[in-house]
């Protein structure tokens, strides 16, 4: 009997760890920053950003923040499958002249959930 639940405690322990085990997913971005250099006053500018899911899970990208009204950012919204790869479409509104940085915060199921991307410039 005592070999028995011996048996059963080392089984219920190796379901245990393993069940806390999670896949997840990553991304793997070609660049997280982009220098536009010098643009021009009240021309809007757009770059995308390319990744890929490294991970062993579907990335599901949940929101994409600018850190300003001055910008907007398009993105995929299907589940990217493991070995597949996404974009997210940033656009900047180059208004006022002054140099800029701005960041887009993009929130997802990844191993890391929270992914900062920037973009930054002159603008003329």
Do not use: R, W
């Amino acid at each position: 009997m005592k070999k028995f639940l011996a048996v059963l405690t080392v089984i219920i322990a190796f379901v245990g760890f393993t069940a806390m085990q999670t896949s997840q997913s990553e991304f793997k971005f070609e660049k997280e920053t982009h220098d536009f250099g010098k643009i021009a006053q009240g021309t809007p500018v757009s770059y995308s950003f390319k990744f890929s899911n490294v991970g062993s899970e579907p990335i599901i990208i949940g929101d994409v923040k600018p850190s300003c009204g001055c910008s907007v950012a398009e993105f995929t919204k299907t589940p990217i499958k493991p070995g597949d790869t996404g974009t997210i479409k940033v656009t900047f509104n180059a208004a006022s002249k002054a140099p800029f940085t701005k960041s887009f915060t993009v929130t997802s199921n990844t191993k890391t959930p929270v992914k900062t991307l920037y973009i930054k410039g002159i603008v003329e």
